[in-house]
């Protein structure tokens, strides 16, 4: 292959892997009617928001960890490691037949996914210059917007089929593409790394307290995790609050919700990329204001979520959450990037993974009662206020000097 094009073929061969690494996460948030009439605990949201929540809990854990692992191992092995794992945990889901087992099998799904997010945004990240990072990242994430999107139809498929077949076939055809990756897929000599008498105890140690002295690396991980809460709301609960609010079905109210945020999301990512990538040739703080951009239009879609009741109003603020969320998604590891040397970005970004996925696991919890309760609705235009506060806090102290290669 051209290796001018072939940094692009990174992209295209990792999107079906995001793909796959949120639908099959995804797909069982649609799913409860289905799973509830076999799994009866599932009828109340407190033990479904559990079973969401232990997947967050132990990716949360595990994603410090892995960002260590992904800046000292074969990327390549680590990511196809990841995806037939999880695939496997998706497959065994499919035969399932109490709440104790699909709890576990969401805990080894948490641990398994969580190794692939920080090994494949340092792949592409190393692959792409400055010039075309974030638009190679949004598109990247595209693929994650549409798992989240082809998830809303795991209701739909279970309604057709059974939710056993649903987990059956979408973690069959993840462990098949595992191998079609070990064909193409090729890892980058990243340039700077520590040599073989480095990657002991000691160059673990040196990375973690030298990014944990920074004062700009804690408030980037203040930027990411605050709209982790809103972020995980949404992917967990909006299905369930739009259902509940337009008084509709969830083999509807999924696939609706889902696709709007999603499909909205994939624009952003890709529009809020390459006005970045644009704007920080000129400014170096253009990828910093874009992702404010993007935050600022959660605050008004937060809103309309909890307190409209109209169908229109609702999917125009899923929509716009979508598209603000996207373009704010898709400069986390640019704006990494300028703040983190190339041998420490996926260390760095399994941080910011483990502090936005403990938000996600806490909201997500914190719904399931609230839910029961019948607050959500109040709770989810609360989360507004968060975000206009990580809006000024960004804005106040994140000042990247230069921008690192």
Excluded at 369 to 396: E, H, K, Y
Aim: glycine content about 10%; hydrophobic content about 50%; some cysteine.
């Amino acid at each position: 292959m051209a290796s001018k094009k072939y940094p692009w073929v990174v992209v295209g061969l990792l999107w079906v892997v995001a793909l796959l690494n949120y639908m099959d996460r995804q797909m069982i948030a649609t799913m409860r009617p289905s799973m509830q009439i076999d799994i009866v605990e599932l009828q109340q949201a407190t033990n479904y928001g559990y079973l969401m929540a232990v997947f967050l809990w132990v990716y949360g854990s595990v994603s410090s960890f892995s960002g260590l692992i992904a800046d000292r191992v074969n990327r390549k092995g680590l990511i196809i490691g990841s995806l037939f794992v999880w695939s496997m945990v998706t497959f065994a889901m499919g035969f399932a037949t109490n709440f104790n087992t699909l709890y576990w099998l969401r805990a080894l799904m948490g641990l398994s996914e969580a190794l692939y997010i920080p090994a494949g945004l340092s792949l592409i990240a190393d692959y792409h210059s400055d010039k075309t990072r974030s638009l190679a990242v949004g598109l990247h994430m595209s693929g994650i917007y549409m798992g989240q999107a082809l998830g809303g139809f795991g209701a739909t498929v279970a309604k057709l089929f059974s939710w056993q077949y649903t987990f059956m076939f979408f973690g069959g055809f993840g462990m098949f593409y595992a191998v079609v990756l070990i064909v193409f897929l090729q890892d980058r000599i990243k340039r700077n790394m520590p040599t073989k008498a480095q990657k002991g105890y000691q160059s673990v140690f040196t990375s973690v307290t030298s990014l944990l002295s920074s004062f700009s690396f804690w408030i980037i991980i203040l930027y990411f995790a605050v709209p982790s809460f809103p972020g995980w709301a949404i992917k967990n609960w909006a299905p369930t609050l739009i259902a509940n609010k337009l008084h509709i079905d969830m083999s509807l109210a999924g696939p609706l919700t889902t696709i709007s945020i999603s499909m909205s999301s994939l624009c952003g990512g890709i529009i809020g990329g390459y006005f970045s990538d644009t704007w920080v040739q000129k400014n170096v703080r253009g990828r910093i204001y874009i992702g404010a951009m993007g935050l600022s239009l959660m605050i008004p879609a937060l809103l309309l979520l909890g307190y409209s009741s109209s169908i229109g109003l609702v999917f125009v603020a899923a929509s716009l959450f979508g598209f603000g969320f996207g373009m704010f998604d898709t400069n986390n590891m640019p704006i990494l990037c300028q703040f983190v040397p190339v041998n420490k970005r996926a260390t760095a970004y399994g941080f910011l993974n483990t502090a936005g996925i403990f938000a996600g696991a806490f909201i997500t919890d914190y719904l399931g009662r609230s839910s029961d309760a019948g607050n959500l609705n109040r709770d989810f235009a609360a989360l507004a206020i968060i975000v206009a506060a990580v809006i000024a806090v960004q804005l106040l102290f994140l000042k990247p000097k230069q921008a690192l290669v």
